[in-house]
């Protein structure tokens, strides 16, 4: 089942700052780690993960560095601030509340 964008759009930067909550990481694991775990829902264009990748870190919620990688190229690693960790706290809690309430509304078990 395809999802709504507009649905994805209000919470990629959690998603974002979730996957790095574990492991640093460059653009396209960033992307592949997305898809991965979301079995393919969440599929992110390097279009729309650069601009919220820098938004993140101009509001120093990740910090981002270069570093040579094994096929010679170098690659621009982000890895999540501590600034960033409790950001993605607070969104947490954001969505729980905002999930439990529409379940809530449309009925729906274990809301």
Known sequence: MSVNKE????????LVLGVLEEKEM???????????RSETVFS???????????????DGFLEAYWED???????????ITKKGRKELDRQKEEWKEYA??????LQLQNA
Do not use: C, D, N
């Open 44 to 58: 992110l264009k390097e279009g729309t993960l650069y601009p919220i990748l820098h938004v993140l870190e101009q």
């Open 26 to 36: 460059y653009g396209y694991q960033i992307i592949k780690e997305l898809e991965q």
């Open 69 to 79: 990688t094994s096929s010679a190229r170098k690659r621009r690693f982000y890895r």
């Open 7 to 14: 649905l994805v759009k209000g919470s990629t930067s959690m």
């Open 100 to 105: 439990g309430a529409v379940g809530k509304v």
